[in-house]
């Protein structure tokens, strides 16, 4: 089941075309993500979907409405990049003000044991740290128990620790059955997170996949790394097909190549009886897609 | 309903932990009026003033000043921070319409003026024997015109000040010609006649001539009426037509 769709939506800000072209559809129960660089549009789409900005063209719907229907702020969390609370309010006053909003909201007191603020609720948001903010942030946009959360730039300006298990948090929401909708500009995330990816560059849509099959379409090459138990000629891995070169660094042996390089390479070593010590694989990471696809739309 | 009461409960709290605006607001007018009622020859009748007493006047000028504290000084500022930081697009999120909160900060502008005023009566009756308005009806009126057309203004600074600071300073430069023209330092009854012609027209000067008029027994005066009416509908207005939520 579609939860959003949007097709060919353009936003200008007057000569500024923010975005030119953005269509996608998202599922009920997915995470998907909106990956791009700075300035790529991701967040004016997103506040297009949240019916805080009107497109100039073309058509979202949200759980079948227009994104201003007022009856969507029952079922759309919603957390933006860039809005504080009040200095002077206190964690607990600010969730259960919010809570107040919704006719059937969550558990404020388990959604901060999970966001790891169960032992900030006196303390006054001017008080709280970057992380602690941002987290309840992600606290009011889930506090109305929604069927679609909008997350923008979740996790930025949180340590690697709050950043995993914010992760955490999301993957169990979306196992409730929370469709969720992200925008971030970090790979490991979307990497880690997304079941699907639109790619947003100049304000329009340059890939849409999962994100292994943005990886896999790039069709790069993989770089094995391995120590061999006794010494090999290189002939015999350069007669795979697979294999494009061998390197030698001291004892280590480097190979380059395409397709199942990894299957390839260990059965010959196999076959010969040779063991692959401090065995290393360098793929193309989500990094890597990324890059590319971005840099390709650069050039137009 | 609920909601709304909630709303203007936590913006009560969050104005009462500012403890500077806080008290200036509650307090200060009454303690002008225990200064000014502490000097002897304030709490004689003068000729000059048509027999009434200084600290009689004072009163009037009290609670002016609290309205000039809450809608010119506090207002703006408190308004042009939440837009600036998000706090009203944030709601526009969720299923509380930002209008809700403006209504609960007005609600609580309102609160804390009325309460400064009951202040200020209080403390001018029991220790200075001022006469609680004659004309009570009349006072109210006065008061809720006064309030109305100072707060437009402040809204209006909020809608158009780019942040929370610039609203502060916007609030405190006008301030001060609004308190002298509503007799803070000359009061209206001894100004010279031309700046008593121009206070007419300014909306702390005539809110204060409309507070006097009921404190004295009489309804307020239709000039000073319909410069508070003026004021509350073309700041009022602007202030709808320039207000961005971001």
Known sequence: ????????????????????????????????????????????????????????????????????????????????????????ISVREALDLYASFYPDPADWRALTRELGLADKLNTRYVKLSGGQKQRLSIALALIGSPKIAILDELTTGLDPQARRDTWDLIESIRDSG?????????????????????????????ALDTPSGLISGLDTEQRLRFRPSRPLDDALLTALPEVRSVKRHGEQIEVIGTGNLLHAVTSTLAVNQIIAAELRIEQASLDDAFVRLTSRSGKE | MRVFAKLTLTELRLFLREPVSAFFVLFFPTLLVIILGSIPSFREPSADLGGARVIDLYVGIAVALTLAMVAIQIAPAVLATYRERGVLRRLATTPVSPLKMLGAQLAMHGITAVVST???????????????????????????????????????????????????????????????????????????????????FTPLGAGERALNDAMTGSWPNLLSATVLVGYLVVFGLAAVRLFRWS
């Open chain 1, 1 to 88: 089941m579609t939860v959003i769709e949007v097709r060919d939506l353009r936003k200008a800000y007057g000569e500024t075309v923010a975005v030119r072209d953005v269509s996608f559809t998202v599922e009920a129960g997915e995470i998907f993500g909106i990956l791009g660089p700075n300035g790529a549009g991701k967040t004016t789409t997103v506040e297009c979907i949240a019916g805080l900005r009107r497109p100039d063209q073309g058509t979202i719907h949200v759980l079948g409405r227009e994104p201003h229907d007022s009856t969507l702020r029952y079922e759309v969390g919603v957390q933006l990049q860039e809005s504080q609370l009040p200095d002077k």
């Open chain 1, 178 to 206: 929370v469709t969720i909708l992200l925008v971030t500009h970090f790979m490991e995330e979307a990497e880690r997170l997304c079941d699907r990816l639109a790619v947003i560059d100049h304000g329009e849509v340059v």
């Open chain 2, 118 to 200: 009951a202040l200020v009566l209080a403390v001018g009756r029991l220790a200075f024997g001022v006469r609680l308005a004659e004309q009570f009806g009349g006072f109210v009126l006065a008061f809720v015109l006064t309030a109305a057309g100072v707060l437009a203004i402040g809204l209006f600074v909020g809608a158009v000040v780019p942040s929370g600071k610039a609203g502060s300073s916007v609030g405190t430069i006008l301030f001060f010609p609004l308190m002298f023209f509503a007799g803070l330092w000359t009061p209206r009854e001894v100004m010279p006649e031309v700046l008593r012609k121009i206070a007419d």
